[in-house]
């Protein structure tokens, strides 16, 4: 007789996806005995994606399930191989070697390096500062100087803050302008928006228009009204003859926001020498057509201009950044309905914020090329310099952390980064894989990952289309002596201040509540202690969250019966909390000395010369240039060891133009050997009419051949070729030190 089997007895857990900054609304069927995913759904009644999802969506069961994801703490054996340990032993090592080197050879002695992951997880950007109190170091790296930095210095530089990105009211808008960004596969970057097609539709339905400048006729210009072909790393003087023309044609009107804003006329001295016949050579764009492009958007009733990561990591990437801004701010664009806006996050300052000080720069200096440090930022490819004895002696990086984090793909010239690891006294790794960074690790702390434990947007309702909230529940209970990212963290600090983490828990809440409670803040009536008591006794992130919502814009000021948002609220609400649109802020929430905005600071009109002797360069160059590209089922090197996201064709492929591809003899289908200062590598070629004639692209985050790595998947699968074997870490952005990816001047030919 054949037994039944009962079937499994389904939860339904709602939260948001934590993948890329959509932060996409998730149905997802758990089957909690067996601790499995069954399904994944779009969740329709979440007010922001209304059911949409995207196939990385799938990753949270298959990173949940990996098999080869880590689970134990691991340290490197002198055979190479490795041995498993309790979390107390680990920590005590870990902190005990860090020490050990700090107090030796002092202590920039040691570095960390904090991966992109990191911003989809609240515990893990809140918990930060004490590991990097316990180390004490200015050698600081991150993501960041491959990525936005460009426009963090823009902002601060303007605005006063570097993290108060303009976002596009997108669903109001008439005009849409994209350029370096493919926000259908992005889903939106620093445009925290679901179903960015839908969107990009709407305004085509309602009559407006979307036009993508791109050196690719990217998937987002498949559904605009227009795609102009621009030469790789020639933004910012595109940029400067559509303010030229603003000028010239009398269409510069800056609206409520002049009133505020000081350096008009400067600007319009700067623009005269760049009108477009001046930079046609340079960009390949016929000068009536940027005349025709900057007429049409002062002539649209709303207008936004978006420029992303491909406008940031170019040689002119902060200059770019900044004249997107000024085009907005000229056209009266910038704080206004349907234009850039700046979001209302709940978590942050009920009150505006006091002015600040000039933006640090150069507080540390690296050894080998003295590249200034800029606003706390080191650029990530010095990393390889800064540890090599060759290049900084005695002053060199013995110690490296790395925080979820791959930047032997990542970082420009990896291989030398990779021989330069090798160098090191001692590497942390704190990561849930043995990648082709942590392989190097004498120490591997792996995390929880997102369905183990709460999770709240911090970061992404910065970058919303419309305010909103938004925490996720713990889904599955971690494994045993599992530990989250945010404790790794805190007990590192702990460790290394010598202060009990518990202790240290309590000074991080006590320190966020004497900033938003008391005598002198929006909170007057509110004592610390009273916050404090409100706060409750849960350690760990959520505390801080509860206390940030509570003294936030929105929040019920620690009165248990107000009308306002506090984390039991949000707990209740079982899909993200709409908080209405983007509404004007500025020039309150501006920190900037007497809260004017800055249309030409100084910092970054001292790289305009840099430009003009650019622009000459650049205008009789002929060089083949290698650009990056994103693709829908990847996120940067994280998710190719997930079958689900992993099958199917090979999707590292060189992309060329078919009259590159028939000049130089390569076949679709065949091979190509990419060549560059630093580096070659050997691709499968795509013919393809998206490509603009002199302009290769390959994908960023592949490279998956390095031996003694546990990924078999992203191995066997998709293993590709590393982009950033060729990208130079030589040129940088200067005001930014953001390191070139894209416009990387290379040599092709068939293999």
Known sequence: MVQSVAAPELDIVRRSCPVCEASCGLSIDVDRNSGRVVRIEGDPEDPRSRGYLCPKAYAVKDVHEDPERLRRPLRKLPDGGWEELDWDEALDWAASRLREIRDEHGANAVGYYVGNPTGHNAGAQLYIPPLAMGLGTQRAFSAATMDQMPQNVALREMLGDGWMFPIPDIDATDYFVCMGGNPLISQGSLMSAPNIKRRLQAIRERGGKVVVIDPRRSETAGVADEHVFIRPGTDAFF??????????????????????????????????????????????????????????????????????????????????????????????RLDERGGMMFPLPATGPRAPLEPVGPMPVGRYRTVLRGLPEVDGQIPCGAMAEEIEAASAGEKRMRALVTLAGN??????????????????????????????????????????????????????????????????PQTF????????????????????????????????????????????????????????????????????????????????????????????????TPHALDLGPLQPRLPDALRTPGRR??????????DLERLRAGLEERSRDTRMRLIGRRQIRNMNSWLHNLPVLAKGRPRCTLLISPD????????????????????????????????????????????????????????????????NDLTDELPLDVPSGTHVANGIPVEVEAV
Request: glycine share 10%; charged share 25%; proline share 7%.
């Open 597 to 606: 905005l800055q249309l030409v600071p100084e910092y970054l009109a001292s």
């Open 407 to 472: 930047p032997v793909l990542s970082a420009p010239n990896g291989p030398r980064l990779e021989r330069a690891l090798g160098e090191l006294d001692f590497m942390l790794a704190v990561d849930i894989y043995v990648n082709e960074t942590t392989r190097h690790a004498d120490l591997i702390l792996p995390s929880s990952v997102q369905l183990e434990h709460e999770n709240y947007d911090l970061l992404f309702s910065t970058t919303s289309v419309r305010n909103m909230a938004r925490w996720s």
């Open 239 to 332: 940029l400067l003859s559509v303010v030229n023309v603003l000028f010239a044609e009398d269409r510069v009107s800056p609206g409520r926001v002049g009133e505020f804003t000081d350096g008009v006329e400067t600007l319009r001295g700067i623009a005269a020498d760049f009108p477009p016949e001046a930079t046609a050579a340079a960009t390949g764009i016929d000068p009536e057509l940027t005349r025709r492009l900057a007429r049409e958007f002062s002539d649209a009733e709303r207008g936004c201009w978006y420029a992303r990561i491909g406008l940031c990591t170019q040689e002119f990437g902060t200059l770019a950044s900044w004249l997107v801004y000024a085009i907005g701010v000229l056209t009266g």
């Open 477 to 572: 209970e971690p494994d045993p002596g599992t530990m989250d990212h945010w404790r790794i963290l805190l007990e590192l600090g702990a460790r290394l201040l010598d202060t009990p983490a518990d202790e240290l828990d309590d000074q991080m809440l006590g320190h966020l509540l004497a900033g938003r409670v008391g005598p002198g803040t929006a909170l007057p009536d509110v004592s610390p202690e009273k916050a404090r008591e409100a706060a409750g006794d849960e350690r760990g992130p959520m505390r801080l969250v509860d206390a940030m919502l509570r003294a936030g814009p929105y929040g019920d000021g620690f009165e248990e019966d107000a009308d306002g948002l506090s984390l039991a609220r949000l707990r209740e």
């Open 660 to 723: 590159d591809a028939e000049r130089l003899g390569i076949p679709d289908g065949g091979k190509a050997r990419v060549r560059s200062r630093s580096g070659e590598v050997v691709a499968d070629a795509s013919v393809s009419e998206e490509m603009m004639p002199g302009v290769v692209s390959l994908p960023h985050g592949f490279g998956h051949a390095r031996p003694g790595t546990r990924l078999s998947v992203a191995t066997s699968l998709q293993p590709g070729v590393c982009s």
